[in-house]
């Protein structure tokens, strides 16, 4: 596997940061059997924290007790760290990487800028199946803008909404983020005026199916 492959899954292992307060080393690891345990400590009287199946990448850590490794996992885009027997993991890189500097974590809620006084006022995502391939074709995103300001302004604006979106494939570590944009028109009487900003998003051409879409970031502004 290459370096960048490696440092862009450390990166993603970021959340790592408020787990290990320790400099660490780390290098990346394959598994190998079925089946293996990480447990919360180095020993099999240790509980249970997750069950890897073969071929899942985890992070190496430099700390070792015995024949037993302490690695970082992703699941479910989730953060989770334990202990494993190193017999049953590959090493796939031999050069030791820094765990990279901690960013913010992502906000649960899609980020949503506006100048005022227009304002993002609700939002929807109706995606489609891809019957022939399986997963999805693409999604309708709709944002319903506002634009409620000085009482003696009139006329018609165009409103411009940038929406940016995470594509996730199947087993993908590291979804892909797209930006696309959509316009529309906006009428105002009495200073207020409201319309609907109707943007497709699609996955593009992809050789694995895109199975989930979720709106990060929606920006709009108007022009007068």
């Not at 027997?85 to 649960?108: G, N, T, Y």
């Not at 570590?173 to 319309?195: I, M």
Request: glycine letters at 8%.
């Amino acid at each position: 596997m290459s370096m960048r492959a490696i440092v862009a899954f450390v990166i993603a292992l970021g959340l790592l940061l408020p787990v290990v307060s320790h400099a660490e080393e780390m290098t990346l690891g394959r598994v190998t059997t079925q089946r293996l345990n990480m447990r919360s400590v180095p020993a099999t009287s240790g509980a249970v924290l997750a069950e890897l199946p073969m071929g899942m990448k985890v992070v190496l850590f430099s700390r070792r007790v015995g024949d037993w490794r302490e690695i970082g996992v992703l699941i479910d885009n989730q953060t989770k760290t334990g202990w494993v027997r190193e017999k049953f993991i590959e090493q796939l890189s031999s050069s030791p990487l820094k765990l990279p500097p901690a960013s913010p974590s992502p906000s649960a809620t899609p980020r949503s800028t506006y100048r005022a006084p227009l304002s993002i006022r609700d939002t929807d995502l109706n995606c489609r199946e891809n019957i022939i391939g399986g997963g999805l074709s693409g999604c309708d995103y709709t944002i319903r803008v506002e634009y409620n300001g000085d009482a003696d302004v009139e006329g018609a604006f165009s409103v411009d909404c940038d929406v940016e979106a995470r594509m996730e494939q199947r087993d993908d570590l590291f979804p892909s983020r797209k930006t696309f944009d959509g316009y529309a028109t906006l009428h105002v009487n009495s200073g207020y005026g409201s319309t609907t900003v109707d943007v497709t998003l699609t996955p593009g051409i992809s050789i694995e199916p895109i199975v989930r879409v979720t709106v990060t970031d929606t920006s709009c502004r108007y022009n007068r």
